[in-house]
Nanobody
C-alpha cells in the first residue's frame, strides 16, 4: 500500500481543515487506516484510526469531539475532518495503514509523506 496525504495548510484557531489520504493497492479495503501527527521536538502521536470494516473508530482524547476520521473504500481514500482547531494541533500529519488497527505508530507498516497543519492563535 502506498499512501499520499494532502490538505494541510494554515488556519486560524477555531477553524477547520480536511485532510485526505490517497491509497494505492488492490487490498486497501482490508487495511485499518490511521492518522498520526508530530509536532517539532515531540514524538509522533496517535490521532485517530478506523477499521477496514467501517464503524469502528478510535480517537485520541485530545481530538475527541473535534476530529472525525472516515474512509471511502471505493475511492481508496481516508479523511480526517478537523474542526475547532487549536494552536496545539499544529503538527505534520501522517496517514498510516496496517492490517491491524491500533494506537501505536510501531503497529503501522505503511506511511504517507505527511502534510503540515499550522493553527495560528
Amino acid at each position: 500500500v502506498q499512501l499520499q496525504a494532502s490538505g494541510g495548510g494554515l488556519v486560524q484557531a477555531g477553524g477547520s481543515l480536511r485532510l485526505s489520504c490517497a491509497a494505492s493497492g488492490r487490498t486497501f479495503s482490508s487495511y485499518a487506516m490511521a492518522w498520526f501527527r508530530q509536532a517539532p521536538g515531540k514524538e509522533r502521536e496517535f490521532v485517530a484510526a478506523i477499521s477496514w470494516k467501517v464503524g469502528t473508530t478510535y480517537y485520541a482524547d485530545s481530538v475527541k469531539g473535534r476530529f472525525t476520521i472516515s474512509r471511502d473504500n471505493a475511492k481508496k481514500m481516508v479523511y480526517l475532518q478537523m474542526n475547532s482547531l487549536k494552536p496545539e494541533d499544529t503538527a505534520v500529519y501522517y496517514c498510516a495503514a496496517d492490517v491491524r488497527m491500533g494506537r501505536g505508530s510501531r503497529e503501522y507498516d505503511y506511511w504517507g509523506q505527511g502534510t503540515q497543519v499550522t493553527v495560528s492563535s
